[in-house]
């Protein structure tokens, strides 16, 4: 049924004389009866953040020099094989110089709506649609690096190392054969130098060779060649080939094993972390750009005081909110090093006490805000935040139980016109440390420890802003009525942080909202 015109027109009046849409910060409650329509976007970017108080490039956890074996696992475990192998502890290997800078772009557009229950509640909901895109730059320098691939390795390697390799090992393994069948039969007794020589060259060469088959075939490093580590790891290899020669020069042991000739380029590496075949099984350092749902939210706000100026007084209204943020967002890959997801996924519940004053053509809004985070699982790889290369053997299913957020912010504001209204603000936000446990039935991972997912996770911040806000109560110009309206423009901008890894964000949001009478 269409109502006649002078009805609606009535209806719309009542609208417009139940709605606080004079200029001012955006109402939180619906008059009874009336549905708003929420439409939003947010652009926010970064491509600074804050570490314990310093400013950096968000890629700093990948920028490096030396890029040694504190940072790269793999180049830890050939370290340590060189340095057993050799017995030489001060090996230490390196692949230059590592720099990374990334710049991310998160834009949120979002639908809601909000209904008037009654006079003093309101429920609603709220659904963010999130598209991430990070740009990221990742280049090695291997101008100073000291390793490099291993030749000989079957994914990263060559087929003329891996030649070159195995026709050192046959040749030693041949060697050493022969000498001890010798031995055996008694061709040495004849000379107890030459038997006490060739008993010393199979004592030591026989384990000598064991180990560099395992070297060769394990590691995926190894010193390039004219290094002070290759030489350490050719020195006994030269001394056994000398004793071999003094003690019969017809002997032919003479081959060496391939050492690398440089040190990776930026691309190799990537390879390197990206191959499904290697230890790391990563996605590309360039993430696709992401869009999906990101957390919904719905909620309910309870009008305790509203008391409207009289006579020049002070107005005050005074709003509970209670949001319960759903797990619908996506959350970011673990095989991933540089995404970021649309969402926690996982249930927050959150209250507000929103208190707004006014007198005249001023006043200010004051919110305090307590976000307890409830637990949720994900998959992760254990490993600090500063070393991010992590292997995939080091991926585990995680409880993770985010700390508490505390967050308090004050909004003056100044009506410079009926509809129209300029905003300022400043907000502080300090953020409990995270929790870190293994799921039901998931087996440790060996070296590590979930709790090193927590570093960094206890956080605080600073945040100043500004804006404009419009409302119209739906009255024109020539006396009829039309749909009341509000709108916002804010910027926002993180300008410190004492504790914790926050990026130094600076965004700009808008919001169109309806008000129309349904029932």
Do not use: C
Not at 15 to 28: E, F, G, N, V, W
Not at 246 to 263: E, I, K, Q, V
């Amino acid at each position: 049924m269409v109502l006649p015109r002078p009805v609606r027109a009535l209806g719309f009046l009542w609208m417009a004389a139940a709605l606080p849409l004079a200029a001012q910060l955006a109402p939180i409650t619906v008059p009874k009866g009336l549905l708003r329509l929420d439409f939003g976007g947010r652009f926010e970017n970064w491509d600074r953040r804050f570490l314990n108080g310093v400013k950096q490039d968000p890629g700093a956890d990948f920028t490096h020099n030396p890029f040694s074996a504190g940072f790269l696992p793999t180049l830890a475990t050939a370290e340590a094989e060189l340095r057993r192998v050799t017995g030489v502890q001060a090996i230490s290997l390196s692949l230059g110089s590592s720099s990374s800078s990334m710049l991310v772009n998160v834009g949120t557009g979002s639908i809601g709506a909000a209904y008037g229950l009654t006079s003093r509640l309101t429920l609603f909901g709220t659904v963010p649609i999130v598209r991430v895109r990070i740009q990221n730059r990742f280049s090695l320098d291997s101008t100073e690096a000291n390793a490099g691939f291993n030749p000989a390795d079957p994914s990263f390697g060559n087929a003329a190392g891996a030649a070159l390799t195995s026709s050192f090992l046959a040749q030693f393994q041949s060697t050493l054969a022969t000498i001890s069948t010798r031995l055996t039969a008694g061709t040495y007794d004849a000379s107890p130098a030459q038997k006490a020589l060739a008993q010393q060259i199979v004592a030591q060469g026989t384990p000598l060779h064991s180990d560099l088959k395992t070297l060769f075939e394990t590691v995926t490093f190894l010193p390039l060649a004219g290094s002070e580590a290759a030489g350490s790891l050719l020195a006994p290899i030269e001394s056994l080939q000398a004793s071999v020669e003094t003690l019969d020069p017809t002997f032919s042991f003479t081959a060496l094993p391939a050492l690398p000739a440089r040190g990776p380029g930026g691309q190799e590496f990537e390879d390197f972390i990206t191959s499904p075949d290697g230890p790391f099984q990563a996605r590309p350092f360039s993430p696709p750009i992401l869009q999906y749902i990101g957390d919904i939210e719905v909620g309910a706000a309870f009008t305790w005081l509203d008391r409207r100026p009289r006579n020049g007084g002070i107005g005050i209204r005074s709003v509970l909110v209670g949001t319960v943020r759903l797990r619908t967002g996506q959350l970011d890959r673990p095989n991933d090093f540089f995404d970021i997801g649309t969402g926690d996924r996982q249930p927050d519940v959150q209250g507000d006490l929103v208190t707004d004053f006014v007198r005249g053509r001023i006043g200010a809004r004051l919110t305090a805000r307590y976000v307890l985070q409830l637990p949720g699982r994900k998959d992760r790889r254990l490993s600090p935040p500063d070393q991010p290369l992590a292997p995939a053997a080091t991926v585990a299913a995680v409880e993770w139980d985010p700390g508490e957020i505390v967050e308090g912010s004050f909004e003056p504001f100044l009506r410079i016109g009926p509809t129209l209204a300029l905003t300022a603000g400043v907000l502080h936000r300090s953020k409990r440390a995270d929790h870190y446990s293994y799921v039901r039935n998931q087996a440790p991972i060996e070296g590590t420890t979930p709790d090193v997912l927590a570093i960094g996770s206890e956080q605080n911040a600073t945040a100043v802003s500004a804006g404009l806000t419009w409302a119209h109560d739906g009255r024109r110009r020539d006396g009829t009525v039309g749909m009341p309206m509000d709108a916002s423009l804010r910027w926002e901008k993180v300008t410190r942080s004492s504790r914790g890894r926050v990026p130094a964000s600076e965004s700009v949001s808008m919001a169109l909202r309806f008000y129309r009478k349904i029932f």
